[in-house]
Every structure is written in C-alpha cells, then in structure tokens.
C-alpha cells in the first residue's frame, strides 16, 4: 500500500540548531500517527515542511503521490491542516467561515452551501451555524476548525494539539470525531505532549527529542520493548543527597533498563524484561526487600508498576536528552 504520508530522511538546520536529524516514517490511510516530543524537539519544524511552509536542506517529504518541494500547489490540495492556535475570525458566524474556507480551497460555487451545511451538521454545530463565532464554546471552535479543514476531503488531516484547552468531556467528543475520520479512511498526524490522547488514538507514536526520531511503532509495543514492569524503590519521600548511588547499588546487577531521574521524587526506578527473576528466584520486591535489610537500608517505598508511553518515551529520548 502506498503511503498517504512519506517522509524520508528529512534534515533541517536552522545556523547551529539541528531541528530534525534524518527523520524517517510513514503513514497509511486509515492510521492515526501521533508526534510526541517537547517544544524544541522538532515537531513544528516536520509540520511546516509536511505543510509546505519550509523547505527541508535534505530528504523528501511526498503527500500521496507529490514531492511538496517538487510541486507544493499540488501538495496542499492533498492535506488539511487545524493548528493548535485557532484561525477562526470571530466576528463572522460559523457558516460565513465555513464558506470563507471553501473558497480558499476552490470548491466549486454550486457545490458550497451544500458541504458545508454537511459539514456542520457532522460536527453538531447546525443550530450554532448562524451565531458569530465569538460565542462559541472552546470545543466548538475547536470543531468549527477541525470541519473547516475538511472542507476538501483530504487524504491527510495534520493537527497540532488539538485538544489542548479543552475539558474532558470536549476531548472525548473530539476523540470520537478522529476515530471517525480514520474508520473512513482519513489519515490523521496528531502533534501533541498528551501521552492518554496518544494511548488513545495512535495506531503508531513517534518519539522526538532535540530534531532526532528516538521510536516509531505501535504504543503498546514500544512499552513491551521497554521491560514487563517498571520497578522503584526510595529511601525517602523527597530527593536526598546520596540516596540515588545507594539505590544504583542495591539494585545490584538487575537486568534491564534505569529510568530518567525525576527530580520532584525521591523514587529510582528500573525497567525490567519479561520472564526475568532474581537468582535467588522468588520475585524482585522481596529481592530488593532483603538486599536493602542486609544492607542496612530502610525502604521508603516500593511499587512495581506497568510501562506506560510516558515510560517508553523518557526512556527512549533519555540519552539524546542527557537525563541519566
């Protein structure tokens, strides 16, 4: 299968600051790819060039079958955009933009009136459509923008945190919405720092730290590759001097991966492969329990837990960040 979205290689500098380093991946109709990363990991970089509004130094980006450096006019016939700052001029009402937008996008004139009262009826904003838009709600501006990016029938919808502001009840309804689009065969590349919204919709997470693509691949499998269980253990409840080397220790030689320091806990942490025991068999809190009493240590707290996309994200961005 063709990719709607391909991008290969891509490398952007700006003087001395790499925003992307040889960036890599693809996405498919009906797939949803999230973008995770910080500010500064590259993110609206690879959204502007994907959009046409910069040009890589190196690689390719190509939207079904054009090259946006090649033929951009044809590139942008192919993509939606709703960006995490909303376009909506408030003073109009929501059907006066909707037909505003289908101009933009050349929509044939006979065919305007007939999209976009289809549209809003979809995003539940028909008995709103003739109210100005600065009455809205956040989540119905937040739809109002989503419809209008739809106004084409792209292949590719690209957001940029889209449910940044919004409650919970509003992210959920828009959510649905994306789920929607991508049962229909819409593929969707979601920007956003939120790891539930990615757990949610991401088909495949992209990792990115300081330019560079730290994973790419389903979410549940970036946290098997991480370990079966998260373990950690603190002396203390706050960060005290010392505490991290003496805890290094007591884990001994423990298979698996530390975790990032976070420095508002006191906690150190460890991945820990599927199927792994102590030697001495018996499981690893009873382990840690007695190598700490042998040691003289007193155990603060214990807790095992299951990887999250959080968990694989700090871990797979941790040596690019310069977190251990």
């Not at 603190?234 to 298979?255: I, K, M, T, V, Y």
Request: glycine share 8%.
């Amino acid at each position: 299968m063709t990719p709607v979205l391909d991008i290969k290689n891509a490398r952007k500098a700006y003087s001395e600051i790499l925003a992307l380093n040889n960036v890599s991946f693809s996405i498919e109709a009906s797939q949803i790819v999230t973008l995770l990363g910080p500010n500064g990991a590259g993110k609206s970089t690879l959204i502007r060039s994907i959009s046409t509004l910069e040009t890589l130094d190196e690689g390719t980006i190509t939207i079904g079958e054009f090259d946006v450096c090649e033929n951009p006019s044809r590139s942008r016939e192919q993509f939606g955009y709703a960006g995490q700052d909303s376009a909506l001029d408030k003073v109009l009402t929501g059907h006066e933009f909707m037909r505003f937008q289908a101009g933009l996008v050349h929509l044939k004139k006979g065919d305007i009136i007939a999209r976009v009262d289809e549209l809003l009826e979809r995003f539940k904003l028909t008995d709103a459509a003739h109210r100005a838009i600065e009455t809205y709600s956040g989540g119905m501006k937040r739809r109002l923008d989503l419809a209008a990016s739809l106004m084409h029938n792209p292949k590719l919808l690209i957001l940029d945190e889209p449910s940044s502001g919004l409650d919970y009840e509003s992210r959920r309804e828009l959510w649905k919405l994306l789920l929607e689009l991508k049962r229909e065969g819409t593929a969707i590349l979601l920007a956003t720092h939120d790891f539930e919204e990615a757990e949610v919709l991401a088909d495949k997470a992209v990792l990115m730290a300081k330019g560079n693509l730290c994973g790419f691949a389903p979410p549940q499998e970036l946290c098997d590759d991480l370990g079966e269980w998260i373990i950690g253990v603190s002396l203390s409840p706050h960060p005290r001097e010392g505490d991290r080397e003496q805890l290094a220790d007591l884990f001994g030689a423990a298979p698996g991966k530390v975790m990032p320091e976070n420095p508002q806990f006191a906690e150190y942490a460890m991945a820990l492969p599927a199927n792994t025991k102590p030697d001495s068999g018996g499981d690893w809190s009873d382990y840690l329990t007695q190598r700490a009493a042998t040691k003289g240590l007193k155990i603060h707290g214990l807790a095992m837990r299951r990887p999250t996309l959080a968990d694989a994200y700090l871990a797979s961005t941790c040596e690019v960040n310069n977190e251990l």
